[in-house]
Each structure stands twice: as C-alpha cells, then as structure tokens.
C-alpha cells in the first residue's frame, strides 16, 4: 500500500502528514478520505485547477496524464515541471511526496 507524504501547508495540513492510500485511487481522493480538505471545486472531474499538487517524489509511479489534464495544468498557480492535478493523479506501487501549492485558482469558490 503506497504512502503519501504530505508537505506541511500552513492552512490544509500545518504539520505535514504521511498516510497510507490504495494503489489506483487518486491523490485527492485520498487526501480528502484522511481529512486533508484540499480544495477540488469541480468534484474531482478534471476541469478546473484547484486541487493541483507538486510531486516532489515518486511522481514516475503515478499514471501518465492526460491532454485534457496538461492544458488545464497551464492555467494553475505555481505551475512546475511535476505539477499534476490531485483527481486525475492515480497512485501506483511506489511512495510519493506531494506539496499542496499555498494559492489555487478558484473563480467559485464556496464557503462552507
């Protein structure tokens, strides 16, 4: 069962988390199911930015992305070479290290 480690975020997870996931589940939903309330403001169907992350380790483990994923990935916030969107992001065999960016790109943004 691969891990993912998280980075400390000063509002999401403070003091950084390290928690088990299923292989083929996506990042943001395993970051949602153990309380880490990443934002992902289309529900998790690959069509907005909010729930991008930095792989900072492992990111090779992960499915290829998609077309559909790159070009909304051109419009994120702090946009690096490992940026992938949490919910199309699928875990594999491996670990990973994510870094949750400190700003996203959230035009509805509701408050709950």
Do not use: F
Not at 60 to 83: I, K, P, Y
Request: include cysteine.
């Amino acid at each position: 069962m691969p891990k993912i480690i998280i980075l400390p975020h000063a509002v999401l997870c403070p003091e950084g988390a390290v928690i088990d996931a299923q292989e083929g589940k996506s990042v943001c939903e395993a970051l949602v199911e153990n309380d880490v309330e990443i934002e992902h403001a289309c529900e998790m169907s690959c069509a907005c930015t909010t729930c991008h992350v930095i792989i900072r380790e492992g990111y090779n483990s992960l499915n290829e992305s998609t077309e559909d994923e790159e070009d909304l990935l051109d419009a994120a916030w702090g946009l690096e070479a490992t940026s992938r969107l949490s919910c199309q992001a699928k875990l594999g065999q491996k670990d990973i290290t994510i870094e949750i960016p400190k700003y996203t790109i959230n035009h509805a943004r509701e408050n709950h």
